[in-house]
Nanobody
Framework: VQLQASGGGSVQTGGSLRLNCVAS????????MGWYRQVPGKEREMVAL????????NYADSVKGRFTISKDGTKNSVTLQMNSLKPEDTAVYYC???????????????WGQGTQVTVSS
């Protein structure tokens, strides 16, 4: 499995951005997918997750009500819609997924490449 992230960029406070992550490969189904973020000098933190194959979502308290994660139908793809962005949302965002099936390693963290999100005041 390979995760390909896209989106991100630079916006002013209050603006919106959308991140997308697509899992490619064969022989797998999605268990959980979502986004983490990291700023220099700090640990990577969970932003939003889709769990149970898409039936539930989890959000960090800091983004609740502003960010929405969604699954793209039957595709192994998730989108993170980020609204009302704040300077403290500035970070490198990473896509992460856990999958099951003959084509993947069980209980393995599959990471995508990071994408920069910058929010200016």
């Amino acid at each position: 499995v390979q995760l390909q992230a896209s989106g991100g960029g630079s916006v002013q406070t209050g603006g919106s951005l959308r991140l997308n992550c697509v899992a490619s490969g064969s022989g797998f189904i999605m268990n959980r997918m979502g986004w983490y973020r990291q700023v220099p000098g700090k640990e990577r933190e969970m932003v939003a997750l889709i769990v149970d194959g898409g039936d539930r979502t989890n959000y960090a308290d800091s983004v609740k009500g502003r960010f929405t994660i969604s699954k793209d139908g039957t595709k192994n793809s998730v989108t993170l819609q980020m609204n009302s962005l704040k300077p403290e949302d500035t970070a490198v965002y990473y896509c992460l997924g856990w999958f099951s099936g003959w084509g993947v390693r069980p209980d393995y963290d599959y990471w995508g490449q990071g994408t920069q999100v910058t929010v200016s005041s």
